[in-house]
């Protein structure tokens, strides 16, 4: 089935470890997302690639990065993680520049910083 | 500052009654609005869409109401089952230029047996 699959699913790390979270698609989307989610909170828009085009919000903090390798591949890489960052991490996808689309999202990565 | 309001406290039911949760927004004019649902632990699972001119949407035992002049949206979940349990999401696109979407924090729905 087409999907959106994150990995992995539950992610302990240290204070200052970096650490990355994957996504992959098969639903050939050309946008995807990456939002975080912390316990009883709202998603948060981290940043998108439109196709190729990365889109930082303002107030994502210098220590995320991502990359998009291909269509189907995005990673989330937090470089050194602080204990405010334990969050669920989703990533989403959708097909779409005409502002109607619904997102797809994976499963989510959990992660926890000690 | 763009403002998405959505009741903090869980909205419990009994099973078969009419589960309406609200979704009130400021500083604001969406083109559209969208409601998902999102079980613990799991990534948020797209339900429906509404455009700005459209006063209501309907699906299957599902209906969301979108008002601009009060700038709220209704979601009502009729003949309401356990398994309806889980917390709804309201999303409105975020006139940034690009199609992305600005969360509310939800409503935990329990509708008990």
């Known amino acids: 089935d087409a999907m959106v699959i994150q990995n992995p699913r539950y992610q302990v790390t240290q204070f200052g470890k970096p650490v990355t979270l994957s996504c992959s698609q098969t639903l050939n989307h050309n946008v995807m997302y990456w939002y975080q989610q912390k316990s009883s909170q709202a998603p948060k828009l981290l940043f998108h690639?439109?196709?190729?085009?990365?889109?930082n919000e303002a107030d994502t903090p210098d220590n995320f990065q991502s990359r998009r390798p291909n269509t189907s591949f995005c990673f989330l890489d937090i470089r050194s993680p602080g204990l405010g960052d334990t969050a669920m991490y989703l990533c989403a996808t959708d097909f779409s520049s005409a502002r109607t689309g619904e997102l797809f999202f994976g499963e989510g990565s959990r992660l926890t910083v000690l | 500052s763009q403002k998405i309001e959505q009741n903090s406290e869980a909205l419990n039911i009994q099973e078969g009654k009419t589960a309406t949760l609200t979704c009130n927004y400021t500083?604001?004019?969406?083109?559209?609005l969208q409601w998902y649902r999102q079980d613990p632990g799991r990534g948020p699972v797209f339900l429906l869409l509404?455009?700005?001119?459209?006063k209501e949407k309907r699906k299957e035992r599902l209906k969301v109401t979108f008002d601009t002049t009060l700038k709220q949206s209704l979601f009502h979940i009729t003949a309401s089952q356990p398994a309806d349990s889980a917390t709804y999401l309201c999303?409105?696109?975020?006139?940034?230029?690009?199609?992305?979407?600005?969360f509310g924090k939800g409503t935990m729905l329990l509708v008990s047996p």
């Open positions: 500083n604001y004019s969406p083109a559209y």
């Open positions: 509404i455009r700005e001119n459209e």
């Open positions: 999303a409105l696109d975020s006139n940034s230029g690009y199609s992305t979407l600005t």
């Open positions: 690639y439109y196709d190729k085009d990365f889109n």
